[in-house]
T-cell receptor, first 112, second 114 residues
Framework: AQSVTQLGSHVSVSEGALVLLRCNYS??????LFWYVQYPNQGLQLLLK??????LVKGINGFEAEFKKSETSFHLTKPSAHMSDAAEYFC??????????FGIGTKLQVIP | NAGVTQTPKFRILKIGQSMTLQCTQD?????MYWYRQDPGMGLKLIYY???????DKGEVPNGYNVSRSTTEDFPLRLELAAPSQTSVYFC?????????????FGSGTQLSVL
């Protein structure tokens, strides 16, 4: 069984401030971990993913995430928020094959 | 590149009506999926397919049916629409693999059942 917990369904940050979106996972096998972003009225797009190897993963638009096995976490960060980052972000886990489990999502608001 | 295309974008159904949500992809992906997205609930897998002629249930299959006669198309059928099926539906596709592969999503179908 696998699951994802995203802490905070809504996060607000000021433009230029650090973005931190939290994700904890549960998986009975070594997981594959993903962050997807959804802009209004669009489908989800992959931001970044962790498979194996380096635990710090860099993605598009300046986002990165760190896989911490001991904490079962995969938090998403960006040093400086832009207005264009306002969207909903989904953490997801896959324990193999193609059954990906998504978290409930975190809506990011960027305040000018 | 068209990617994953879903039609229609919006639809209102009356209780008990039926409809088919269409999904087609032009990337020659073997794997295709249907998810529903409800506020505060994330995405839930309805059905998936690993190739033409092969489908399997996901987490929330009740009230839905699928077929996969070609690699490109993966329609989702609602036979007797219920208010609980009001949701946004996303079709997705990926290449085969170990589960680490990226999902490509369509832009969604917003369905209301009244």
């Amino acid at each position: 069984a696998q699951s994802v917990t995203q802490l905070g369904s809504h996060v607000s940050v000021s433009e230029g401030a650090l973005v931190l979106l939290r994700c904890n996972y549960s998986s009975s096998v070594p997981p594959y971990l993903f962050w997807y972003v959804q802009y209004p009225n669009q489908g989800l797009q992959l931001l970044l993913k962790y498979t194996t190897g380096a635990t710090l993963v860099k993605g598009i638009n300046g986002f990165e995430a760190e896989f911490k096995k001991s904490e079962t976490s995969f938090h998403l960060t960006k040093p400086s928020a832009h207005m264009s980052d306002a969207a909903e972000y989904f953490c997801a886990v896959s324990g193999g094959y193609q059954k990906v489990t998504f978290g409930i999502g975190t809506k990011l608001q960027v305040i000018p | 590149n068209a990617g994953v295309t879903q039609t229609p974008k919006f639809r209102i159904l009356k209780i008990g009506q039926s409809m088919t949500l269409q999904c087609t992809q032009d990337m020659n992906h073997n794997y295709m999926y249907w998810y529903r997205q409800d506020p505060g609930m994330g995405l839930k897998l309805i059905y998936y397919s690993v190739g033409a002629g092969i489908t399997d249930k996901g987490e929330v299959p009740n009230g839905y049916n699928v077929s996969r006669s070609t690699t490109e198309d993966f329609p989702l059928r609602l036979e007797l629409a219920a208010p609980s099926q009001t949701s946004v539906y996303f079709c997705a596709s990926s290449v085969p693999g170990t589960g680490s592969e990226k999902l490509f999503f369509g832009s969604g179908t917003q369905l209301s059942v009244l």
